[in-house]
């Protein structure tokens, strides 16, 4: 037999930096009935059907409980007496509530981590954060003509004016190869130093549409730009990310955030379609540019791992890529649906 | 008449897998003589202790709002029933169960085989005194084993072990101790029966060993004075008594078990 009890939510640290241990201590804990295991979860996400084993992903540790059993005294053998005095040297009543303690350094963590993946963006201030100043946040709402240092004195304007066949300026060379595919340019990070700037001259090529579908996302100037076309009442913005590690209430926040509220902006946080990660890298800018790859939209992603990223502006593969976002997309959609609609019926029964 | 004290040397607590035959015989020679006695020497008595017949006086259960006596107390009471055996067969000693091996076949064969020799094996089983049983058909203890992967592993004790706060550990200890009895199952699952099972002594004395070792891994913790001071009834020991086991008379052999012993890292 399984009893789910589901917690309060728990402050995780700031940093994975702020902690070397995390224990779990469980109060007021009954041990009169019989002897059972209490498996703990930590992270558990709506929309996903979490198991009772110690193989799910968000399982954190368990503790068992010697149970007391059946009374075998006379009436009042097991009731606590409701007050103790001072004076009282004898040892606790055989029933007294007990503590447990589940250390969860390894799935705090995890969330940590996780967390850690989301929160810089939500965050105007970046002083938690590992990225340098050089990525920190840009203001709202962005000014496009601000020259700008971290981009080597030019604004962003001036950086989308930029041709597609100038791009190889953002090669370690400065240049693609002679010969090079005219329409298929691929970066390396962290060889070529200007993925992150690539990255940006894609978005600021939008007229009419950005469509995204993100694993790791947590550069804050492209969500400068991104949260600039989701003003724009005329920009069609389809965000998809997965939430695999992110929190109720960072999806709340980055819904708020990327102004879902208004025409053409749709956000969807989820897992894959068979709940898996979503793992996907992808952007297609009004059907004209399309950016693969494995580069997460992070300071790591972009400049310390081995990632690499292509930018097309070939039509058919921008075709076929937003059809798999939309798909994708609308998987998202109706795993948020479905959640919120167990959570209201919940609520009701 | 008065006692004589004669000075002995330490004795030794063996793996309950590595007892030689002479080694296990004065054992089960032991516990058969004292389930033949009636009195407070012997083993029904003894089992009576931690649970039925009332008063039950074993400490479990970390309790939130006092101090939590776990180790101390089932430390007290092992050496103390260790000692009425040794009034039986001089120099016997309880053998612990490393549950953290083994686990194709987790219960020692020293304790499951039902029969040795022609007769029944005092460490299979055991009868149940009529007022330490929770109703009259329970007249012999019982095992239900559950899956061997439930069992704790030596990570997960290893984990506990590295733990540098003695009531952080004592509780998580405690908490895989609760999970060996649950798993043994039948009357050791009961609280109020399980000293019965003779193989209650050797889980216990395995969870013994584990204090030690972490005190072998932890010196120098500060307790509490209150702490130190406490009682453990119906006892006549305190907690700082039962602190050091060579004050006790016995140490942990030195093992190439999972678990490393004294000596062996």
């Known amino acids: 037999m399984v009893d789910r009890f589901r917690s309060k939510g728990l402050e995780l640290p700031g940093t994975e930096e702020d902690f070397r241990r995390a224990d779990l201590h469980f109060y007021d804990v009954e041990h009169a009935g019989p002897t059972f295991e209490a498996r703990v979860f930590l992270g558990a996400k709506r929309g996903v059907s979490h198991g009772t084993e110690p193989d799910d992903p968000a399982y954190a540790g368990s503790f068992f409980v010697f149970g007391?059993?059946?009374?075998?005294?006379?009436?009042?053998?097991?009731?606590?007496?409701?007050?103790?005095?001072?004076?009282?040297?004898?040892?606790?009543?055989?029933?007294?509530?007990?503590?447990?303690?589940?250390?969860?350094?390894?799935?705090?963590?995890?969330?940590?981590?996780?967390?850690?993946?989301?929160?810089?963006?939500?965050?105007?201030?970046?002083?938690?954060?590992?990225?340098?100043?050089?990525?920190?946040?840009?203001?709202?709402?962005?000014?496009?003509?601000?020259?700008?240092?971290?981009?080597?004195?030019?604004?962003?304007?001036?950086?989308?004016?930029?041709?597609?066949?100038?791009?190889?300026?953002?090669?370690?060379?400065?240049?693609?190869?002679?010969?090079?595919?005219?329409?298929?340019?691929?970066?390396?990070?962290?060889?070529?130093?200007?993925?992150?700037?690539?990255?940006?001259?894609?978005?600021?090529?939008?007229?009419?549409?950005?469509?995204?579908?993100?694993?790791?996302?947590?550069?804050?100037?492209?969500?400068a730009v991104l949260r600039h076309h989701a003003e724009n009442p005329q920009m069609l913005v389809t965000l998809s990310l997965d939430s695999s590690e992110a929190g109720v209430k960072i999806e709340a926040e980055l819904l708020a955030l990327l102004r879902n509220d208004l025409p053409g902006n749709s956000i969807a946080?989820?897992?894959?379609?068979?709940?898996?990660?979503?793992?996907?890298?992808?952007?297609?800018?009004?059907?004209?540019?399309?950016?693969?790859?494995?580069?997460?939209?992070?300071?790591?992603?972009?400049?310390?791992?081995?990632?690499?990223?292509?930018?097309?502006?070939?039509?058919?593969?921008?075709?076929?890529?937003?059809?798999?976002?939309?798909?994708?997309?609308?998987?998202?959609?109706?795993?948020?649906?479905?959640?919120?609609?167990?959570?209201?019926?919940?609520?009701?029964? | 008449v008065s006692q004589t004290v004669v000075q002995t040397p330490l004795r030794h607590r063996r793996d309950a897998r590595r007892l030689s035959d002479g080694q296990l015989a004065i054992f089960r020679e032991a516990i058969t003589a004292a389930q033949a006695i009636g009195d407070d020497r012997g083993y029904q008595y003894w089992a009576g202790i931690h649970g039925l017949p009332p008063p039950a006086y074993c400490q479990h259960s970390t309790p939130q709002r006092s101090a939590p006596l776990f180790l101390p107390w089932h430390r007290a009471y092992l050496y103390l029933f260790e000692k009425q055996l040794q009034d039986r067969v001089a120099g016997v000693t309880l053998p612990w169960w490393d549950w953290t091996r083994f686990h194709q076949d987790p219960i020692p064969p020293a304790y499951a085989q039902t029969r040795v020799a022609g007769k029944t094996n005092p460490l299979a089983s055991s009868p149940i005194q009529p007022s330490g049983r929770r109703n009259k058909d329970e007249k012999r203890t019982r095992r239900e084993p559950g899956n061997p992967n439930w069992l704790p592993n030596i990570n997960q004790l290893n984990q506990v072990l590295a733990n540098p706060d003695f009531f952080t550990f004592q509780t998580q200890l405690e908490s895989i101790h609760n999970g060996v009895h649950g798993w043994v199952g039948g009357t050791m699952d009961d609280i109020a029966m399980a000293a019965y099972d003779p193989i209650f002594w050797a889980h216990h004395c395995m969870i013994d060993r584990v204090w030690y070792l972490w005190q072998l891994a932890h010196p120098g913790i500060v307790l509490s004075q209150k702490f130190l001071d406490q009682a453990l009834p119906p006892f006549p020991l305190t907690v700082r008594q039962t602190l050091d086991i060579t004050a006790l008379g016995y140490d942990y052999a030195a093992t190439t078990a999972a678990v490393p012993g004294p000596g062996h890292g």
């Open chain 1, 269 to 349: 946080v989820g897992r894959s379609e068979r709940h898996a990660i979503s793992h996907d890298k992808l952007l297609v800018v009004d059907g004209l540019f399309l950016v693969t790859g494995s580069t997460n939209w992070s300071f790591g992603g972009e400049n310390e791992q081995d990632n690499q990223l292509t930018l097309t502006r070939d039509p058919i593969a921008c075709a076929e890529a937003r059809a798999v976002i939309d798909l994708d997309h609308d998987v998202m959609l109706k795993q948020m649906a479905e959640a919120s609609e167990k959570k209201s019926s919940k609520s009701k029964s």
């Open chain 1, 68 to 223: 007391h059993g059946d009374c075998y005294g006379e009436v009042g053998h097991c009731d606590i007496p409701p007050e103790r005095d001072s004076y009282d040297l004898r040892l606790p009543h055989h029933l007294e509530p007990a503590l447990q303690i589940v250390t969860a350094t390894a799935a705090v963590r995890r969330l940590v981590e996780a967390e850690s993946r989301w929160r810089p963006w939500l965050s105007a201030s970046s002083a938690s954060s590992p990225m340098p100043s050089s990525f920190a946040a840009w203001e709202s709402p962005l000014d496009l003509e601000a020259k700008r240092e971290e981009l080597g004195g030019i604004s962003l304007a001036e950086l989308g004016a930029i041709r597609f066949e100038d791009l190889g300026r953002f090669k370690q060379a400065q240049s693609f190869p002679h010969g090079y595919n005219r329409e298929y340019l691929t970066f390396y990070a962290p060889r070529d130093t200007g993925v992150h700037q690539v990255l940006l001259w894609t978005l600021m090529q939008a007229k009419s549409s950005v469509a995204i579908n993100m694993y790791g996302f947590d550069d804050p100037q492209l969500v």
